[in-house]
């Protein structure tokens, strides 16, 4: 399994070799070093944990500076599940780059998606709205009746205005279109969740 973490930073147009042209999100990829390695017997499961960005020393407390050890001072962590095979293969203090990956890998990518504070039902359902008609007051984007017979009860799940977006989204079958070495930079086609400078993980499988 190859896994990376990366900062989102905008959209552009990529020009394929057929001519083709692909909206494509341009991902910074700073080194990610591994921090720790967990198996079975110990743990209870397989993973590698990966550090991610730099912190400064006056923000980290002495339980992660002695976690992190001689391996740097990082913004954050995630845990990427591995076989037990691809576990034994790294060692606490590696490095992996934008190199992990090459053009035409499918990849999955995760982030926290743009928060939008709180919306109507218009924008966070997609609700019609009321009809643009004589006789209608301040109503055009209002949610209307929830239905009766509900004892002046709402039920769960009921679609209500509220805080829409700031949530963990998850993409598939996304591609890799090219990796710049030099920038440390991934070229991934189509759109990814967050805004610039939000953290990504980019796993494929």
């Known amino acids: ?49 990966v550090g991610y960005g730099v912190r400064k020393e006056k923000n980290v407390t002495k339980a992660l500076k002695g976690h992190f050890g001689d391996n740097g001072l990082f913004m954050s962590t995630r845990e990427f599940r591995v076989s037990a095979d691809e576990a034994g293969k790294m060692n606490s203090g590696d490095k992996f780059t934008s190199e992990v990956f090459a053009a035409g890998d499918v ?34 984007r209002a949610p209307g009746s929830i239905g009766g017979g509900l004892r002046n009860r709402v039920p769960k799940g009921m679609r209500m205005g509220g805080r829409m977006g700031g949530e963990r989204i998850t993409v598939s079958n996304l591609k890799v279109l090219a990796v710049d070495a030099e920038t440390n930079t991934l070229l991934i086609s189509g759109a990814v969740p967050g805004r610039r400078g939000t953290m990504l993980e980019i796993v494929m499988k």
């Not at 020009?15 to 921090?35: L, Q, R, S, Y």
């Not at 999955?108 to 019609?128: D, L, M, P, Y």
């Open 107 to 140: 990849v999955t990518v995760s982030g926290i998606s743009k928060a939008k504070g709180f919306q109507g039902v218009i924008k966070r359902h997609n609700f019609k709205g009321g009809p643009r008609s004589h006789g209608q007051k301040h109503s055009e």
């Open 1 to 49: 399994m190859k896994f990376i973490l990366g900062t989102k930073k905008n959209m552009t147009e990529y020009f394929a070799e057929d001519g083709k042209m692909h909206a494509a999100t341009i991902v910074a990829i700073e080194p990610v070093v591994v921090t720790q390695i967990k198996n079975m017997e110990k743990d209870g499961y397989t993973a590698v944990q």
